[in-house]
């Protein structure tokens, strides 16, 4: 570790976060000089303003505007165009829609038409525009630290290819992420067709090659019973947008009639967004779960006999209950982590219960070129030197390949290295070419979804750099001089279509976002069955028993494998549970830290397979005991600024044959310590009035105990006159639902986009300075070794009777004719005081200038249609009153009033379980005000009397009678 906690406390190298340091101001700025009066400062400040009041009226210089040569058709200076197009998680596509202002976009959305995001999207997406403007992406064509052109690699690429046409391409490999985009894979295929001696490699760090033929696409609108074994199916599975929403349309409740919500049972190691969402949650170590599967398979009739000694026997007894009762309605899903023998059990299991074809189905086969091989095989050959020319196209194998393969020592033995990605980093380095790869914003591409559903990936913005898409390059492989990635997709999907009607049916696709007329790109030489990407040989375990202590590896939920260590929006952002930031920590239970006597904060050595890694440790609620998860894609050393020398790299104890977790785990306690920060210190409400919990039975039983959890004060006890405001137009409210909310996070990242809040850095989320408009609390109730975990969204309440209003000096903060609590950035003058006196902590102030000292490309991403603050201003929550703004003069133009639903802000829109509302509340058929008039409904620290806005549904959990606690 680099910084331990008696060290000072120092910030990110970076562009975002030096400028947001203490050196913002000149050494002793803060001081009081000896011997100066109070007298004497007033009047040498006025002389200052005197001054500057002179040097305001020199003459700046001429600055030459020029226009359009010609005004393109569809753009109106100000008014956003939106694009749709899809971006990739996991080799699968996701749809989007892109909003883009005058060629530049500055927001991503989901494609509502998209069967695989229905109008929502993950945090990765909402961070990927971010990306885009990147200073420390990859600019230029490099080789041996020279800068080159893309026609100079071109003629370096057909000098390397020439030789080894005469054998078949018997030395050429290339090694990519997983691909589902038709038209790559129909190149790839033409290459191998080309150079039948060629073989193609798959690596992903992340893969789901345990899964198999058992790939399935699941149902949970229609499932009554859901058991998950070490799944985030709602989080990070390639389907999990629309996981997600299927899974919280069958645990909304309104009303109790006809109330009806799924049961839901997870079994996992360490927390995960799916498990805290289950009624039913055991801390299980990973090693364990096949057991505690086997013996619900017995149990149920299916399989051989299960072992006997399995833990938790009262939760198996409720699971097969609930199984049985339930034949055709249930499903049950197994992580990617989990060995094959799992998946294969869980298929067998879905089958005897009869959910094959009623909620459980076969996923679409996704057909791959053939000459593919594993990527212990390539590593292999290289090593031996057989590898003359390897293409690289995406990811980084030299940081996250296992670390018992050795690869960077194969890899130099390769003749011609050449890495594409839209980053330089350790696999750049050690390559003699690096290719800059566009952005999916910048360039022409398709895209497959999880589900079979393609589309077309459209550009909204010219390369910014001399970036080239893989097309060109594989493309330059078989003709030498490659075509534009637009000619190259079009022409592929051109050729399987008449010409007659293919430029309608493209337009169409363009439009939709969704391919629904056309047929993809074909090829011949398919492969009969797939060859795996997984490093391990056949019949190699995931897992090595031989200690008490388990080893799991785990994407960071973040930064993922690494990908986006260097997108200060997804370092800033809140981990799940933890609520790290700029952080990665080895997550340990609290059992275990008590047993080897460790705070939060303490530096262990951790010793596996004869390698050893220093890393902090963080104590987490509902982690199995003996389990210790280390979240990769962290310590970079060839990476941007930003991403540079934050934290460990849990990479360099993987290994093949512990890819996900492992037994033979030793900790050492070595005294000492790391500076982790946290933005969530305290983790129990103890029945305060800010959360509201209970049970299905008992919401039937009693359907206003939601609103009996504390006494309110009436409606008239306050220093406001209620009837001063009438709000005779629109009066807008929220209600967040915390019965659907799963905790994801991406309201606070869409926020952050739509509103241009800035990044602050590790130093001011240390000193509590961080700016999220929107934060989600995480909750803990009952034991700390297997806890109820339930998350808040905690937006600005608007409050009628706001407390912040009656304490500003300077009326900054003031009521709206429509209600809206708003902020005035130019009478702000930093105070404060409203912040004190706000019940909610919702409110940020600009300590320093966070965005003054931005690059020119970070710039580009800000919203034109907010405020970029300043140092001394306090800012918040607005209901994203530009959105509110477009849709009254979109409505004033048609003369008629704003609909119900036209206003979404950008925490609802990107929700993907809709968990959000915004409405009229002065309009009674909304859907909002239905949501305000359910016995859910309840206002946060309701006692205050501040009315606020903002409201919340109770959480409910549809409980197992057989294993409620006496507690």
């Given amino acids: 570790m680099k910084r331990e906690i008696d060290s000072p406390i120092t910030d990110h190298r970076s562009p975002i976060t030096r400028a947001n340091s203490s050196d913002e101001f000149a050494p002793g700025a803060s001081e009081w000089p000896e011997g100066l009066s109070r007298r004497e400062f007033l009047r040498l400040a006025g002389a200052t303003l005197a001054f500057a009041g002179f ?6 210089p001429l600055e030459r505007i020029v226009p359009y040569v010609e005004q393109p058709e569809i753009v109106i200076p100000g008014k956003p165009l939106r694009f749709a197009t899809a971006t990739q998680y996991g080799g699968f596509g996701q749809g989007l829609l892109v909003t883009g202002y005058e060629g530049r976009p500055t927001k991503v959305e989901g494609n509502p038409t998209h069967p695989a995001s229905l109008g929502a999207t993950s945090v990765w997406a909402q961070a990927d525009v971010f990306d885009l403007y990147d200073p420390d992406r990859a600019q230029t064509v490099t080789t041996a630290g020279a800068i080159k052109t893309a026609g100079d690699f071109w003629d370096a690429l057909n000098l390397a290819i020439e030789p080894l046409r005469s054998n078949g391409g018997a030395a050429f490999r290339i090694l990519t992420e997983p691909i589902s985009s038709p038209t790559l894979l129909a190149q790839l295929a033409r290459v191998l067709q080309i150079f039948p001696a060629a073989r193609w490699c798959i690596w992903d760090p992340l893969n789901r090659d345990n899964i198999g033929d058992n790939e399935v696409i699941c149902d949970f609108s229609k499932a009554k019973v859901v058991v998950a074994f070490d799944s985030d199916f709602l989080y990070a599975h390639p389907y999990a947008l629309r996981y997600a929403r299927d899974f919280a349309n069958a645990r909304r409740v309104i009303e109790p009639d006809g109330a009806r919500m799924n049961r839901f049972y997870a079994a996992e190691p360490t927390p995960t967004i799916t498990g805290s969402n289950a009624d039913h949650r055991i801390a299980v170590a990973a090693q364990d779960i096949l057991p505690l599967a086997q013996r619900i398979a017995a149990d149920l009739g299916v399989g051989r006999a299960a072992p006997k000694n399995v833990e938790n026997e009262d939760w198996v007894a409720a699971v097969v209950q609930d199984l049985k009762a339930n034949h055709g309605q249930s499903v049950l899903i197994a992580g990617e982590t989990q060995p094959p023998e799992l998946h294969t059990l869980v298929a067998q299991i879905n ?27 390539l590593v292999e050959e290289m090593r031996r030197g057989a590898v003359e020319l390897l293409i690289v196209f995406g990811g980084n194998p030299r940081y996250d390949a296992p670390a018992d393969f050795n690869f960077a020592e194969a890899f130099d033995k390769v003749k011609l290295r050449v890495h594409h990605s839209m980053h ?19 360039s022409w591409s398709d895209a497959r979804a999880f589900d079979g559903a393609i589309s077309i990936v459209q550009p909204l913005i010219e390369p910014m750099y001399a970036g080239v898409s893989a097309h060109e390059i594989l493309e330059a492989v078989t003709e030498r001089s490659p075509r534009p990635a637009y000619e190259i997709v079009r022409s592929h999907w051109s050729g399987q279509q008449p010409a007659s009607d293919f430029e309608a049916k493209w337009r169409q696709a363009l439009s939709d976002g969704v391919v629904t007329e056309l047929e993809p790109p074909a090829f011949s030489n398919r492969a009969e069955s797939p060859a795996s990407a997984s490093p391990f040989r056949e019949g190699e375990k995931t897992e090595v028993r031989g200690s008490q202590l388990e080893i799991l590896f785990r994407p960071d939920v973040s930064v993922r494998d690494g990908r986006y260590a260097n997108n200060g929006w997804l370092q800033e952002l809140p981990r799940r549970f933890s609520t790290l930031t700029w952080d990665n920590a080895a997550l340990i239970s609290p059992q275990l830290a008590k047993n080897e006597g460790l705070k939060n904060g303490d530096i262990v050595e951790l010793t596996f397979r004869g390698r050893k890694l220093r890393a902090p440790v963080w104590i987490q609620p509902g982690q199995a005991k003996n389990s210790v998860t280390l979240p990769l894609g962290y310590g970079r050393e060839i990476v941007g600024r930003v991403g540079r020398g934050v934290g460990f790299n849990a990479y360099a104890l993987r290994t093949s044959d512990a890819f996900w977790f492992g037994d033979g785990l030793t900790i050492r306690k070595t005294g000492k310590r790391h500076l982790l ?75 952050q986009a739509e509103n ?44 009628e009777s706001a407390p912040c209003e009656l304490v500003c000096p300077v009326g900054a903060t003031v009521h709206d004719n429509e209600g809206l609590n708003l902020q005035i950035y130019n009478r702000c003058v930093g105070t404060r005081y409203c912040s004190n006196n706000c019940p909610y902590k919702v409110r940020r102030f600009n300590f320093l200038e966070y965005n003054g000292n931005l690059s020119p490309s970070e ?37 008629r009033k704003i609909r119900d639903g036209e206003i979404v802000p950008a925490c609802a829109q990107v929700c993907p379980v809709e968990a959000i509302t915004f409405g ?48």
């Fill in 424 to 442: 330089f980093n350790e696999t750049s380095r050690h390559s003699h070419w690096h290719i800059p790869a566009a952005h999916f914003l910048e």
């Fill in 756 to 799: 241009n809040i800035p990044v602050v850095g590790k130093q001011q989320v240390a000193v509590h300075r961080e700016m999220h408009w929107i934060r989600v609390s995480t909750f803990y109730s009952g034991p700390a070794e297997n806890p109820k975990i339930t998350h808040q969204p905690v937006p600005c309440m608007h409050c």
């Fill in 351 to 377: 089958a005897a219960l009869g959910n094959i074809g009623q909620t459980v189905s076969p996923a679409t086969v996704l057909s791959l070129p053939g000459n593919n091989m594993a990527f212990r095989d």
């Fill in 859 to 895: 710039k580009l991403v800000k919203n034109p249609d907010v405020t970029v603050r300043s140092r001394g201003v306090m800012e918040k929550c607005t209901y994203c009153i530009q959105r509110i703004n477009a849709a009254r003069i979109t409505s004033e133009l048609e003369q």
């Fill in 677 to 751: 920060v946290s933005t969530q210190h305290h983790h129990d409400v103890q029945g305060r009035g800010i959360l509201h919990d209970g049970t299905l039975s008992g919401f039937l039983a009693d359907p206003h105990y939601a609103q009996k959890a504390e006494e309110l004060p009436p409606l008239d006890e306050t220093l406001y006159d209620p009837e001063e405001y009438p709000y005779k137009g629109y009066k807008w409210g929220m209600v967040v639902d915390l019965n659907v909310c799963i905790g994801c996070h991406a309201c606070t990242i869409a926020c």
């Fill in 55 to 60: 040097n305001s009226c020199t003459k700046q």
């Fill in 920 to 967: 009229d509340m002065n309009d009674p058929r909304s859907r909002l005000m239905r949501l305000k008039r359910s016995p859910l409904n309840y206002w946060m620290l309701g006692e205050l009397n501040t009315q606020p806005r903002t409201s919340y549904f109770a959480k409910l959990r549809n409980l197992n009678s057989q294993l409620v606690r006496s507690d």
